[in-house]
């Protein structure tokens, strides 16, 4: 019996080439396919028009290429651009396009909901609903550089929507390989920011990968007891072993790791707080970025005063820390960093609901 179409898009050219070859043809016709799918966005087989009638009938007969179903797309005052994506199971991510010139910048989700549980983060709220495959991870790069006309132009990539990247490993690998091909987008890595909350292990398999991504930490907190309260995963992995990670993280020249530290009002935004995370990061080539709260019902904690975030940079500026102030995009259509939740598809109840009742 036959089986369910193959997804042409959720295959890295090799596995493209093994495939056309399955079906009698060349292999070097999976480059144009290829093409076809990444360059011109392109889903229908009949549009191919420089394959034979003959394979572009095979084709259809025994693959499929995916496009996930936008079925809500906001945009932002400030020009941040969100879409709710369903995925074939109907399960729904979010992915967000941030307009800053001259970096266009994708926020891409890696698993529908996470595991990870931070106290200040609305996904976290869902735990783990399942991981994203490459094919998933990519398909939402590919929608939004065809609805937004982007498929010959230049843009980031940072995997920050729903999930932790590291926690869905070899999908989010070979989704970076599928977006660097020089057939398809050819993006190249430093174009690509992966954060992660600190899943020691997998920070240093990253860091014997041949496409390497920057890399940004989510830190939030300058002492072990403040971390442990707002990241669950500070229990497995301390701070400690966090930043030792870093430290042998191997970096380019003239690249900083990206330590993200979200500001809550009297949790960890206080001036000694801020010394404190200048001592933390003095062994890593660090920059820093502040992400004051985008306060949301739900989530336990307020934004810190202006006077406060300043103060705090300033602390981190005047000891020599390269330090940016995230400007929050997107926050009147709940598009902002932490923000990202689909309603009625949670999983179990997540660490974070069990933290938020104890704090
Ligand atoms: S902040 Fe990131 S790692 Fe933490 S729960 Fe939210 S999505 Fe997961």
Redesign the pocket.
Known sequence: MQGPPTDLAGLELGELESFVESLGHKRFRAKQIYRWVWKRGVTDFAQMTDLSQELRAALAGAATVSLSDVIKHDVSEDGTQKFVLRMSDGKQIESVFIPDTPAQTFCVSTQVG?????A?????KMGLVRNLSAGEITAQVRLLARSLDLLDKSFNIVL?G???PLHNYEATMKALRMLNDKEGLGLHPKRVTL?T?GLVPMMDKLAGEALMPNLAV?LHASTEETRGAI?PLNKKYSMRDVIEACERFPLAKRRRIMFEYVLLAGVNDSPQDARKLVKVLSGVKAKVNLLPLNAAPGIPFERPSDEAINAFAKILADRGLNVSVRKSRGRDIRAAC?Q?IVEGQGGRKSA?QKLAAEL
């Open positions: 996470c595991a990870m549980g931070c200040f983060c609305l996904t976290g920050m729903m999930g932790e954060s909350v989510s990241v932490g990202l974070a």
